[in-house]
């Protein structure tokens, strides 16, 4: 298998921990363990103190899948199976797709979503989220019209990630309906779920309502815990469930035990822990927007509805990789550039789930008027 380097992730890997400030992080502020540990119930506190660090169940801890289980309808513990969110993606991909396969993935989207598709030999067509007056939109009617007879799978991504575009459920209903009418896997990435601005927009997990659908969720975004490095695939289909754990033997095998308890507890405080990131969310769009609408001349703001990130557009007749690269290099603060999606358009990702996100927006608007 050869598999193209993976841009989002080697730009973070320069300036993630060597940047003072990060304006692109997609999670939420992360949770320290005293935090978590001080507030888990006393029954997944008596699991942390009596843990032994052994091996755990391949499909995940069952109290773990439990859990899990309690945020669907219609999923039960042998529908979920525990992974790294990223081993989900390539496990996955590999147990349905193989060369000669059709996907349709939404584009701009999480680079191994369509890359291992295509280092499989499977044929891409790329269905393009636009913007269209200061919107971005996705057109249902593309999706019908580019189904083909070898059509595998079709790949979503809702709260989508770099642009927090959200469909409206009547467009999300149309989505499922033409899986089912053409009988295709749904893949859904759902890491951004939990994350609407409008609790109303919330859609279903692709999963609970689709018996070919296949969701991913896990802790890293809306639960503020990406170094637990703990996701899950959930599916009704049986025959991929079990093709799914074949797979796991060759990659993780299991889960880490300690992350397993911290994840249980956390999604025990899961209103508590969602309602403080959808909060400070909020609140850092409302200052993003009036920010990006205080330098019009420089910028558009273009409004996210979901999740924690925002996808924007630099006016000036400066290319975004240029000015990511001057900010970073004189200013010390890390902006991604719209080009690791290969997303053409001078748009640039910003993140809206950290405390320090203001005090960055002041650090960037210094750096403007001196330069711009």
């Known amino acids: 298998m ?20 990060l304006l692109s992080p997609s999670d939420c502020e992360s949770l320290t363990l ?3 540990v001080k507030r888990a119930d006393d029954d997944s506190l008596g699991l942390w103190n009596n843990l032994k660090l052994g091996y755990t169940e391949s499909m995940g ?3 773990l899948r439990k859990e899990i289980t309690k945020l669907y309808h219609n999923i039960k513990e042998e529908n979920v199976m525990s992974f790294v969110p990223e081993e989900g993606i390539f496990v996955t991909m590999h147990a349905m797709l193989e060369e000669g396969d059709h996907v349709i993935v939404v584009d701009p989207i999480y680079q191994s979503l369509a890359e291992i598709s295509k280092s499989l030999g499977c044929s891409i ?3 393009r989220i636009e913007e269209k007056d200061h919107e971005w939109k996705l057109d249902i009617d593309f999706l019908e019209k580019n189904i083909q007879d070898n059509t595998k799978m079709i790949i979503i991504n809702f709260p989508h990630n770099p642009t927090g575009y959200l469909p409206t459920r009547e467009e999300f209903d149309r989505i499922v309906e033409i899986a089912k009418k053409h009988d295709v896997f749904l893949f859904s990435d759902e890491m951004y779920w939990l994350l609407e601005h ?8 692709v999963a609970d309502i689709y018996e070919k659908g296949i969701s991913l969720f896990g802790l890293s975004k809306t639960f503020s815990l990406p170094g637990l490095r703990l996701g899950w695939i959930i599916t009704q289909d049986d025959v991929l469930m079990k093709e799914l754990a074949v797979l796991k033997d060759y990659t993780t095998i299991c889960g880490s035990a300690p992350s397993e308890i911290l994840g249980i507890m956390a999604l025990r405080q899961k209103e508590a822990i969602v309602k403080t990131n959808i909060e400070r969310v909020r609140e850092n769009r409302t200052a993003a927007k ?4 205080r330098h019009k001349d420089l910028f558009t703001w273009i409004e996210p509805k979901a999740g924690s990130i925002a996808f924007l557009k630099l006016n000036d007749k400066l290319k975004v990789e240029e000015f990511c690269d001057r900010v970073v290099k004189e200013k010390n603060i890390m902006i991604l550039p719209g080009e690791v999606f290969d997303y053409e358009g001078n748009y640039f990702r910003i993140g809206l789930g950290r405390e320090d996100f203001k005090v960055i927006l002041s650090e960037l608007e210094e750096y403007i008027v001196e330069h711009f």
């Open 290 to 293: 009036e920010f990006f609408n």
């Open 2 to 21: 050869k598999i193209n380097e993976f841009k989002l992730e080697r730009y973070f890997a320069i300036y993630e921990f060597t940047a003072k400030y």
């Open 125 to 127: 067509t790329n269905w």
């Open 61 to 63: 801890h069952p109290i």
């Open 198 to 205: 409008n609790e109303k927009d919330r859609l279903p997990s």
């Open 34 to 36: 005293e935090e978590l």
